[in-house]
């Protein structure tokens, strides 16, 4: 099939590179020219495991180019993926300015039958508006709209996309479902067929059902740390149960990222313009919102004041396996402890640039440990796991492990910070 993926961020790549190796003759457009140049020379504009390989092997066998002319983009192909972004409107509300000069440039540019596959996460009867704009522009026009939603995990997105729990796809006629059968017909997914509003809505109540789990946990965490009882213990107890099941119920530091914050958000703005009030999002937020500051408490709880003092912040972006730093619970963190004069020192293999200049990036971990008064793990890097204690303990001026993942055992690491002389504490247990 001849594609064009117009949008070039994480979810436009990744699904422009997965379809080449299904096979499909893909272009890539993108508005920016920097980028695509980049992607031209072989090179990648962000970061994400597996990427660079499934790219370099497109190109050799001449199933992916990359352009900013998104006129031949879309003539010269049979379905036109959309991916741009959709990012925090005024209000919270999703903000369709690029998607919408998206399609009016489809709209200018295409002359014969065309399949319009909406990716990009919009709200509940934005692929109607569309639809409905399009047959109101020109009628003759042949575009035939499908919403489907990307379910990718930044970090894990090719694994995702070649083995995704379900796929879904809002469309309205037999075509479009023929369309969308053939597009994925090497997966081994089942393909729920629905109407666009109802695809639309399952996008945004998976992420907010999985934002909701995490927030569940971490209040049952904080209950956990006032009574004694140990979250791991009760999250595997709970997860046991095939009704509830165990992913997404790791307590910590919460939620962060591109899409959970966004989405939620934009989730609550259309309750609002739906005059349909959703408290459990409410609640949801609020509970995230909190953690960041939650975790520095504990820092002060044992070191009192942090004026003077040095904090080793370990992993900055929102999660390991990627360098996006997009509502990263590090950012709060990092600016609550230099608010409270402390210096900030840090480490994260994917990160060489981090919005607050004042924190001190270091490209050894063990350099930005030295001489610290407490370590935080951020983010539950891989590479934490091989820490050698003795070097950290020497290294630390007080020995104080927060560990804001809970990434480590808890029996083990009380036996390690009993060898080493330090004082670990990580959340809810
Ligand atoms: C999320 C969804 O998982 C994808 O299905 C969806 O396609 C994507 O958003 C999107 O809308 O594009 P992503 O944001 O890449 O993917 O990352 P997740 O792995 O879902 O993690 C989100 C945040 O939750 C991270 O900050 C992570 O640390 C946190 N988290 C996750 C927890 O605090 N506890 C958990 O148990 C799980």
Known sequence: MRIAVIGTGYVGLVTGACLARLGHSVICSDRSAEKISVLASGGLPIWEQGLDELLSEASSLNRIRFTTNIKSAVQESDILIICVGTPFGPNGEADL???WSVVKQIARHSTEKKFLVVKSTVPVGTTDEIDQWLQSVSANRNIDVIHNPEFLRQGNAIRDFFHPDRIVAGCRTDKAKHVVSDLYKD???PILFCDSRSSELIKYASN??????ISYINMI???SEQTGARIDVVAEGIGMDSRIGEAFLRAGIGYGGSCFPKDIMAFRAMGQKWDCPMPLLD????INRLRPRRLVNKLTDELGMLKGKRIALLGLAFKPMTDDLREAPSLQ??????????AV???????????????????????????????????ELEQLR????QIVSKKLRTRLIIDGRNMFAWEEMLHIADTFDMTYISVGR
């Open 333 to 342: 963190i990092s600016r609550i402890c230099l608010e409270q004069g402390a």
């Open 221 to 223: 965490a904080d209950f």
């Open 386 to 389: 091989c820490l050698d204690w």
């Open 345 to 379: 020192h840090a480490y994260d293999p994917h990160v060489s640039d981090y919005p607050v200049p004042e924190v001190v990036l270091h490209r050894s971990l063990y350099d930005a440990i030295d001489s610290s008064d407490a370590v935080v793990i951020v983010t």
């Open 283 to 286: 609640s949801t937020v609020s």
């Open 97 to 99: 300015t690029q998607l």
């Open 187 to 189: 997966l081994p997914s």
């Open 208 to 213: 907010a059902f999985l934002a909701m789990k």
